[in-house]
Antibody, heavy 123, light 110 residues
Framework: EVQLVESGGGLVQPGRSLRLSCTGS????????VSWFRQAPGKGLEWVGF??????????EYAASVRGRFTMSRDDSKSIAYLQLNSLKTEDTAVYYC??????????????WGQGTLVTVSS | QAVVTQEPSLTVSPGGTVTLTCGSS?????????PYWFQQKPGQAPRTLIY???NKHSWTPARFSGSLLGGKAALTLSGAQPEDEAEYYC??????????FGGGTKLSVL
């Protein structure tokens, strides 16, 4: 059974950092790209970015709202993708989700999602 | 950044049919936007229902279908069930890698 589990969320002060993890199981983690999304309390979904597979050099793409502050990485030996959140702002408060991206020809699409981890940025 | 628009709320009767739409501020939605549809129930993570306009995952109930309709992406639910009551989000891809969600449609089955 394919599963994605996010962890690492919590309460953090503005300007501080946090690292989130997305642990996959039930599939060969290195064969799939990983996307991150977030959802502020009571609000809609926002795409954060994604990290490609090692076959595509593990390159990353970010939404403009987080570019330069958030960094994605992956450790396929542990089946974990990471989202490093730096210089956090109160508006980064949200549930953060990871999702798997599977290949279909030359394109990649989302399928499974994790249950999310809550990040609260507050003094 | 482009703005993606959805109906804020819709109501459908049990067993009825309803179409949710997803428009773009930049013009007509095309297959090149690779439209997605996600379902999210209260307190739960989103679930991918439709990808690449009309493709379904193994868990997508047959009563859901995706299409392009009148310059928009569309999600049609035929034979609504009480368990279909949820928030539905569309997602469009613009100049890679930009991806933009719509604001969501709250679907009530009453």
């Amino acid at each position: 059974e394919v599963q994605l589990v996010e962890s690492g969320g919590g309460l953090v002060q503005p300007g501080r950092s946090l690292r989130l993890s997305c642990t996959g199981s039930g599939f060969t983690f290195g064969d799939f790209a990983v996307s991150w999304f977030r959802q502020a309390p009571g609000k809609g979904l926002e795409w954060v970015g994604f990290i490609r597979t090692k076959g595509y050099d593990g390159t990353t793409e970010y939404a403009a709202s987080v570019r330069g502050r958030f960094t994605m990485s992956r450790d396929d030996s542990k089946s974990i993708a990471y989202l490093q959140l730096n210089s956090l702002k109160t508006e980064d408060t949200a549930v953060y989700y990871c999702s798997r991206r599977f290949p279909l020809g030359e394109l990649w699409f989302f399928d499974y999602w994790g249950q999310g981890t809550l990040v609260t940025v507050s003094s | 950044q482009a703005v993606v628009t959805q109906e804020p709320s819709l109501t459908v009767s049990p067993g009825g049919t309803v179409t949710l739409t997803c428009g773009s501020s930049t013009g007509a939605v095309t297959s090149g936007h690779y439209p997605y549809w996600f379902q999210q129930k209260p307190g739960q993570a989103p679930r991918t229902l439709i990808y690449d306009t009309s493709n379904k995952h193994s868990w997508t109930p047959a009563r859901f279908s995706g299409s392009l309709l009148g310059g928009k992406a569309a999600l049609t639910l035929s034979g609504a069930q009480p368990e279909d009551e949820a928030e539905y989000y569309c997602l469009l891809t613009y100049s890679d890698p930009e991806r933009v969600f719509g604001g969501g449609t709250k679907l009530s089955v009453l």
